[in-house]
């Protein structure tokens, strides 16, 4: 069965220092993954996603993510934290063939200026 | 860019209540999704649409039914709500069926049920 994983309910970082928000995954085959975002009273958007190739995948407003296939790790990153980015986040991932995607259960960030 | 509408924002029902809600994506995009979120739960899906008037049941799909007759149109309907349905329920799309679609969510409507 396919599940996501994402240890911390909350990341505390301050504004400039470089944030990682951890997500792992189990499923069969290959994983396609993917980052979302949710603003307050917003619903969520896409981040960036890993498909195949590169293992390190950059995306909107200046996230990137590695995939590793050995840990089954697909970690969210920023070189340098903006108060902005304080959110909600989603690891997602689909495989082995289903038409469903399985969300974590979000990560949520609080910069501190 | 998608833009992915619903009905309400936030809506008010008695238990018992049929309650609609209605999602309209304007991107021609063949999969509609509707998901509830409750904390620390994240998203579940309830039910998913490949193609008009096709449907397939989610993880959650006991007290809701679905409509989509046309192909920008996805309806969630709860039949006869209950409290424990009060929660925030969001609806998405995406392009096409294969595994590496991203999915466009819409605002959300947070329904609370009295």
């Known amino acids: 069965a396919q599940s996501v994983a994402q240890p911390e309910d909350q990341v505390n970082v301050a504004e400039g220092n470089p944030l990682t928000v951890k997500c792992t995954y189990s499923v069969s085959g290959n994983p396609y993954l993917f980052w979302y975002v949710q603003y307050p009273n917003r619903g969520l958007q896409f981040l960036l996603k890993?498909?195949?190739?590169?293992?390190l995948v950059k995306g909107s407003y200046g996230f990137e993510a590695e995939f590793n296939k050995s840990q089954t790790s697909f970690h969210l990153k920023k070189p340098s934290a903006l108060v902005s980015d304080s959110a909600l986040y989603f690891c997602a991932v689909r495989g082995g063939g289903g038409f469903k995607t399985i969300f974590g259960a979000g990560t949520r960030l609080f910069v501190k200026a | 860019d998608v833009k992915v509408t619903q009905s309400s924002r936030y809506l008010v029902k008695r238990t018992g209540e049929k309650v609609f809600l209605e999602c309209v994506q304007d991107?021609?995009?063949?999969?509609m999704f509707w998901y509830r979120q409750d904390p620390g739960l994240g998203l579940r899906l309830i039910y998913f649409?490949?193609?008009?008037?096709?449907?397939e049941k989610g993880d959650i799909p006991e007290g809701y039914s679905v409509s989509r007759e046309k192909k920008e149109r996805f309806s969630l309907i709860l039949e006869s709500a209950s409290t424990n349905q009060t929660s925030m329920y969001l609806c998405?799309?995406?392009?096409?069926?294969?595994?590496?679609?991203?999915?466009?969510f819409g605002p959300g409507t947070r329904l609370t049920v009295t």
């Open positions: 991107m021609d995009h063949e999969n």
């Open positions: 998405a799309s995406s392009l096409g069926p294969g595994q590496q679609y991203e999915q466009y």
């Open positions: 890993y498909i195949t190739g590169d293992n």
């Open positions: 649409s490949y193609d008009v008037k096709m449907k």
